[in-house]
């Protein structure tokens, strides 16, 4: 079993700033993919960041600039520096990794339980 843990989420204003993080124990070999999803009430979840393994980033278009994903692989952690925070990034936000439990193994699936971010004045 692997469990990911996020903490971080919080209230702030506009304009301000959060790091969120999740930590990934358990079964793995090696995690590929470190992703960041969110999820706003009465709408689908959507991808905000994702990172490969080699440290390649990618941003949903109304993040950038403003977020930014690292991942630490010693710790098996990845997080999301947010800045410049807008009330429409109010969302749950949900870690996810791909990984292998082994050497050759294939690629599962892995979610965070979520850690709310809400930006209000």
């Known amino acids: 079993q692997v469990q990911l843990v996020e903490s971080g989420g919080d209230l702030v204003q506009p304009g301000g700033s959060l790091r969120l993080s999740c930590a990934a124990s358990?079964?793995?070999?090696?995690?590929?993919?470190m992703n960041w999803y969110r999820q706003a009430p009465g709408k689908q979840r959507e991808l905000v960041a994702k990172?490969?393994?080699?440290?390649?980033?990618d941003y949903a278009d109304s993040v950038k600039g403003r977020f930014t994903i690292s991942r630490d692989n010693d710790k098996n952690t990845v997080y999301l520096q947010m800045n410049s925070l807008k009330p429409e990034d109010t969302a749950v936000y949900y870690c996810?990794?791909?990984?292998?439990?082994?050497?050759?193994?294939?690629?599962?699936?892995?979610w965070g339980q979520g850690t709310q971010v809400t930006v209000s004045s």
């Open positions: 996810n990794i791909e990984y292998q439990r082994h050497y050759g193994g294939y690629l599962q699936s892995s």
């Open positions: 358990g079964s793995i070999f090696r995690i590929n993919v």
């Open positions: 990172i490969t393994g080699g440290g390649s980033t």
